[in-house]
């Protein structure tokens, strides 16, 4: 199994990777996250035959990610951002050392996983939009486009 260590930002992904087996670190990459090349690293990841986990603090808008990631077969964790802060000793931080921390989490299986409901399809979120709007007691934000993601 490939374990991905990854700082993510709505710009660019910090990436440290290495192997389950025999804890083999690999150099990590800095790319762009919305570019082809980030798409392209993880399509890359797909033909290799090897399954793939990517880990990564709980952090803005990845619905984009969660979806890429999805579509690829990958596996997504999502760590919770004080624990995994609390976890690393030295004060001083940069992009290389978290996403080397998350992978380090990773392989030791220490690291912290959150609970993340999966994104329902589209056509259960227009029965359930169906289904609150017309209730009566509906609050105003259960119907807004922007309930769901």
Known sequence: MLIIGCDF???YQQNRHGQRRDRRVARGATIGSRERRGHAFYRSLQSSQERVRVGIEATG????FERLLAELGHELWIGDSAKIRASEVRKQKTDERDAQLILDLLLAKRFPKIWVPHRPNAT???CFGTVISSCACAPCWA???TFWP
């Not at 808008?61 to 984009?64: A, F, S, T, Y």
């Open 143 to 145: 119907t807004s486009s």
């Open 61 to 64: 808008p990845i619905h984009w």
């Open 9 to 11: 930002h709505t710009r």
């Open 124 to 126: 259960s979120v227009s």
